[in-house]
């Protein structure tokens, strides 16, 4: 079993950040319905992006086009 050590708040602020954009990319590209969010993975974005559009599709959009995913 691995164990993820923070040394402060910053660094687990970060891979907070980068798993909720991993999971909304993964919930907007996957084309069965699956969702691997109990709640809205939406919401959580909203901590650090304030004016995120409400869908997930529309989310996605949006931080792709300001360059948070590299495709």
Known sequence: MTTIRFENDD???????KMALMTL????INTMGIRFYRGSIVNV???????LPRTRKGAYKY????G???N
Do not use: P
């Open 68 to 70: 948070h995913y590299d």
């Open 11 to 17: 660094q687990r602020k970060n891979f907070q950040m």
């Open 25 to 28: 990319q993964n919930e907007v």
């Open 63 to 66: 931080l792709k086009e300001r």
């Open 45 to 51: 974005l909203r901590r650090y992006f304030k004016d």
